[in-house]
């Protein structure tokens, strides 16, 4: 079965800084992979998925499958970013399987 | 477009019973996916449905059944609810199953 792995509850990085949030998955096969983003009272939102290759409000993720890793990042961090960020794999075309999904990241950039 | 509405947003009920959770999805996705969020962890898979059919089933008891009726809209049934099943209630819809867009949630309460 998939698994994905993300081993900071917790990030605290100040305004500027430069932020990355570690995702790592066990799957043998291709699988797809995403970052969502929940802001304060908002709801689940994609952020991110490797296919699409884009940076989107400033942030990028490149899929290494060598090492099974999928981290966020962005090179200066904004107070607009403090939010939860959940990665997330899909291991069937059409998601037949779902999402399998991190117990996510709390990421707070001070001011 | 008001995305994908649940109803109701928030639940009580006390152990033994069931519950019916609705969802509409964004106009146009065939494919509806519901998730259970406990509180700390990450969104875990539970169903998907696709015109009408059921594509994908998580690891949960038989207690939990889902449909899609012909507007594509879905509903979510509990039977003999645990203490445990408390959790926030996900559904996403998607035009083809990857990319998902999630609904704001029913929190379920089992007291």
């Known amino acids: 079965a998939q698994r994905v792995t993300q081993p900071e509850k917790l990030l605290s990085v100040f305004k500027g800084a430069p932020v990355e949030l570690k995702c790592n998955y066990s799957y043998s096969g291709s699988p797809e992979l995403f970052w969502y983003v929940q802001y304060s009272r908002q709801r689940l939102q994609l952020l991110l998925r490797?296919?699409s290759r884009e940076s989107i409000k400033g942030f990028t993720a490149d899929l290494n499958k060598g090492e099974t890793s999928f981290h966020l990042k962005k090179p200066f961090a904004q107070e607009e970013d403090s939010a939860m960020y959940y990665c997330a794999l899909s291991a069937y075309a059409g998601g037949a399987d779902g999402l399998t999904f991190g117990k996510g990241t709390h990421l707070i950039i001070q001011p | 477009d008001a995305g994908v509405t649940q109803s109701p947003t928030h639940l009580i009920k006390t152990r033994g019973q069931h519950v019916t959770l609705r969802c509409s999805p964004i106009?146009?996705?065939?494919?509806v996916s519901w998730y259970q969020q406990v509180l700390g962890q990450g969104p875990q898979f539970i169903f998907q449905?696709?015109?009408?059919?059921?594509?994908g089933r998580g690891n949960f008891p038989d207690r939990f059944s889902a449909r899609q009726f012909p507007n594509y809209s879905s509903e979510l049934n509990v039977n003999a609810l645990l203490l445990g099943d408390s959790a926030l209630y996900l559904c996403a819809s998607s035009f083809t199953g990857n990319e998902q867009f999630f609904g704001p949630g029913t929190r379920l309460t089992v007291l």
């Open positions: 106009s146009g996705h065939k494919s």
């Open positions: 449905y696709y015109e009408k059919e059921e594509r």
């Open positions: 490797h296919i």
